[in-house]
């Protein structure tokens, strides 16, 4: 850094400012320590910059992460908070460790190593938020716990959501609709998103006077085509399916297919919380609640920044709307298809 401050004729401290952005720097003098840096060939040392200023300058993801990986969607989160973290010199730390197995959550905290976390697939009861607490480390929710006291979040308006889906159905005329969410199993956990969207989409539906027919299904496309034909049982006469679970619903459509049965000409599809590319692998394109994926990782890490350079103030809580899209998966309630008792549609 003294080499640095030498050949670009200012301080240490400037160099120091530069490198952090702890102090405005003007951009002509910015310019000219950067291209000192660039000259001398200087590469700032994280880890002595870390042992100087007692932060790693590392934020946690904590993602918990299944056999089926990532899809676009999930994917938006993640790129959103790393791109915030590196406008920010920051790196971000991506670790899976599953939500209830809070012995490695304390291991890896214990480690010291992040300065602070960002919270994913939150549970209605998550033990993570009282480990990260007890142990001090400083975190932020993109989603939320039932008891949001204190607790710093953002989060997708999921009420909001859900309304502005059923809405639009009934706009065009549906009123036998089913919402495919995710398995038994992730509602028994206190997944939080499945559990609002059920909830929002029964109290909608009651609201309305429709009955709310709601069935379950793994994350899965075979297990998508089985929610179908349980849901076709059902309520023989549906024309609309609502998906929470966008794995599961590739295999909606294609059990759609199989029934004979055309999006949107016999069943309208509208599907929550999904990227605007996974609605494009659709045949026809998938009208959306889109999800905001990208802005809510952008967000959380911008208030967990806050949060450690002590300018974060109460606790930060914020409920982001995801946008309607209309594309080829809706359309307007046409002669309801008579169907034999298996299913399939009579043409």
């Given at each position: 850094m003294h080499d640095v401050a030498r050949h670009a004729g200012v301080s240490v401290s400037t160099v120091s400012y530069v490198l952090t952005g702890a102090r405005p720097i003007s951009p002509a003098t910015r310019k000219r320590v950067l291209a000192a840096m660039a000259e001398l060939d200087y590469q700032p040392n994280a880890m002595a910059r870390g042992l100087a200023s007692r932060r790693?300058?590392?934020?946690?993801?904590?993602?918990?992460?299944?056999?089926?990986?990532?899809?676009?969607?999930?994917?938006?989160?993640?790129?959103?908070?790393?791109?915030?973290?590196?406008?920010?010199?920051?790196?971000?730390?991506?670790?899976?460790?599953?939500?209830?197995?809070?012995?490695?959550?304390?291991?890896?905290?214990?480690?010291?190593?992040?300065?602070?976390?960002?919270?994913?697939?939150?549970?209605?009861?998550?033990?993570?938020?009282?480990?990260?607490?007890?142990?001090?480390?400083?975190?932020?929710l993109i989603g939320r716990t039932r008891d949001t006291t204190g607790v710093p979040f953002v989060d997708i308006d999921f009420d909001h959501t859900v309304r502005g889906a059923v809405e639009h159905l009934l706009d065009l005329g549906?009123?036998?609709?089913?919402?495919?969410?995710?398995?038994?199993?992730?509602?028994?956990?206190?997944?939080?998103?499945?559990?609002?969207?059920?909830?929002?989409?029964?109290?909608?539906?009651?609201?309305?006077?429709?009955?709310?027919?709601?069935?379950?299904?793994?994350?899965?496309?075979?297990?998508?085509?089985?929610?179908?034909?349980?849901?076709?049982?059902?309520?023989?006469?549906?024309?609309?399916?609502?998906?929470?679970?966008?794995?599961?619903?590739?295999?909606?459509?294609?059990?759609?297919?199989?029934?004979?049965?055309?999006?949107?000409?016999?069943?309208?599809?509208v599907s929550m919380v999904t990227s605007a590319q996974v609605a494009d692998l659709a045949t026809p394109a998938l009208t959306t609640m889109t999800s905001p994926g990208s802005t809510l990782g952008r967000l959380a890490v911008e208030v967990l920044l806050r949060t450690l350079e002590g300018s974060g103030g109460p606790s930060h809580q914020e409920l982001v709307t995801c946008s309607l899209e209309v594309r080829g998966s809706s359309g307007h309630l046409r002669r309801t298809p008579e169907r034999t008792p298996g299913g399939v549609a009579s043409r």
């Amino acid at each position: 850094m003294h080499d640095v401050a030498r050949h670009a004729g200012v301080s240490v401290s400037t160099v120091s400012y530069v490198l952090t952005g702890a102090r405005p720097i003007s951009p002509a003098t910015r310019k000219r320590v950067l291209a000192a840096m660039a000259e001398l060939d200087y590469q700032p040392n994280a880890m002595a910059r870390g042992l100087a200023s007692r932060r790693s300058r590392i934020l946690g993801l904590l993602m918990p992460m299944d056999d089926r990986g990532t899809g676009a969607t999930e994917t938006a989160f993640v790129t959103g908070a790393a791109e915030a973290a590196a406008r920010a010199a920051h790196h971000l730390l991506l670790s899976p460790i599953p939500a209830g197995d809070v012995d490695a959550l304390r291991r890896l905290a214990s480690q010291r190593i992040l300065d602070g976390a960002l919270v994913m697939e939150v549970q209605m009861e998550d033990p993570r938020v009282e480990v990260l607490r007890e142990l001090g480390v400083p975190f932020v929710l993109i989603g939320r716990t039932r008891d949001t006291t204190g607790v710093p979040f953002v989060d997708i308006d999921f009420d909001h959501t859900v309304r502005g889906a059923v809405e639009h159905l009934l706009d065009l005329g549906h009123r036998s609709i089913v919402f495919v969410n995710h398995s038994q199993e992730a509602l028994a956990s206190g997944y939080a998103p499945a559990l609002r969207t059920q909830e929002s989409f029964t109290t909608v539906m009651a609201e309305h006077g429709l009955e709310p027919l709601v069935v379950t299904a793994e994350d899965t496309a075979a297990a998508g085509r089985a929610a179908l034909r349980t849901a076709l049982v059902q309520c023989p006469g549906l024309s609309a399916v609502l998906a929470m679970n966008e794995h599961a619903l590739f295999g909606v459509l294609g059990e759609l297919a199989l029934q004979g049965l055309k999006v949107p000409d016999d069943v309208s599809v509208v599907s929550m919380v999904t990227s605007a590319q996974v609605a494009d692998l659709a045949t026809p394109a998938l009208t959306t609640m889109t999800s905001p994926g990208s802005t809510l990782g952008r967000l959380a890490v911008e208030v967990l920044l806050r949060t450690l350079e002590g300018s974060g103030g109460p606790s930060h809580q914020e409920l982001v709307t995801c946008s309607l899209e209309v594309r080829g998966s809706s359309g307007h309630l046409r002669r309801t298809p008579e169907r034999t008792p298996g299913g399939v549609a009579s043409r």
